[in-house]
């Protein structure tokens, strides 16, 4: 399989004529197969993919990794241009999402838009639980299980269930793992799951234990040292070429994982470009 994948949306860019917006996106080009991977949080997706000279009316599939806005943002716009298209995301992924900024104060950063709204857009919404092939030697990871015992999903998350609000766990978060030939690629929008948990879920179904890449949100920025330095040893255990942390990894985390790991930790950055 021939593999590119290039970052449409993240917080920055280096690059003159795109813009930076909040949030993540990537268009995975498999052959002749295009995946836009999350949407970025209003319509830097459309605006840079323009400038790129992208055509995003002639998508196979749109995976959403989780149902927080600032992945969902151009989800209803993308649909539109595409009658028809095949949304993947977890059955989870349009329950209530809060955070909460002070004691008491909720604010909404749920996806913002129902499945029925989306279907409405003639979209076909596709609800996957478990880990999933989507296209040959493409998976859609579904729900992540938590399996260590110091990465956790991020203070302050609610959700609401029978109108009560409580802890939430965001179990619609999920990743994209491609395998090719000589090891895997994952793609991760914020990784509520935790960057070890997924890395390890994605290798443990695939049967494969060499990973080309790792691009994405890591939800690290604000992690503890404590767990910040457990996940840096526990990526130098692992059999990994290249790290592209992302949009919610934080400045701290980023440079503690740079002096530790090395060149093979990159930022990565609106308008960059990965080649398998």
Same mark, same amino acid.
């Given at each position: 399989m021939k593999l590119q994948i290039q970052i449409l949306v993240e917080n920055t860019t280096p690059v003159?004529?795109?813009? *930076?917006?909040?949030?993540? %996106?990537?268009?995975? %080009? &498999? =052959? =002749?197969?295009?995946?836009?991977?999350?949407?970025?949080?209003?319509d830097a997706v459309l605006k840079n993919s323009k400038a790129l000279g992208i055509n995003l009316s002639a998508l196979d599939a749109l995976v959403i990794s989780h149902g927080h806005f600032d992945h969902t943002g151009a989800v209803l716009k993308v649909a539109e241009m595409n009658p028809g298209l095949n949304v993947y995301g977890h059955p989870a992924m349009f329950e209530p999402h809060y955070v909460e900024r002070a004691p008491g104060s909720l604010y909404p950063v749920g996806a913002g838009f129902s499945e029925s709204e989306l279907r409405l857009k003639g979209a076909n919404f596709k609800a996957i639980g478990s880990f999933t092939e989507i296209m040959p030697n493409i998976f859609f990871c579904g729900e992540i299980p938590r399996s260590n015992d110091f990465e956790d999903a991020g203070a302050g998350f609610r959700t609401e269930v029978d109108g009560q609000f409580r802890e939430d766990h965001i179990a619609d978060d999920s990743a994209l793992a491609i395998r090719l030939a000589d090891g895997l690629v994952i793609i991760s929008g914020c990784a509520h799951a935790g960057m070890i948990n997924t890395l390890s879920y994605c290798m443990e179904q695939t049967n494969?234990?060499?990973?080309?890449?790792?691009?994405? $949100?890591?939800?690290?920025?604000?992690? %503890?040292?404590?767990?910040?330095? #457990?996940? /840096?040893?526990?990526? #130098? &255990?692992? =059999?990994?070429?290249? /790290?592209?942390? &992302?949009?919610?990894? $934080?400045?701290?985390?980023?440079?503690?994982?740079?002096? %530790?790991?090395?060149? #093979?930790?990159?930022? &990565?950055?609106? *308008?960059?470009?990965?080649k398998y």
């Open positions: 003159p004529g795109l813009i *930076g917006e909040y949030g993540f %996106s990537t268009l995975v %080009s &498999a =052959d =002749d197969k295009k995946i836009l991977f999350d949407t970025g949080s209003a494969c234990h060499k990973i080309l890449a790792f691009i994405g $949100g890591t939800h690290l920025a604000m992690a %503890s040292e404590t767990r910040i330095k #457990k996940t /840096i040893e526990a990526l #130098k &255990a692992m =059999d990994i070429k290249t /790290i592209a942390v &992302a949009h919610c990894t $934080g400045f701290n985390p980023a440079a503690m994982m740079r002096q %530790s790991l090395g060149s #093979k930790l990159v930022k &990565a950055e609106t *308008g960059m470009m990965f």
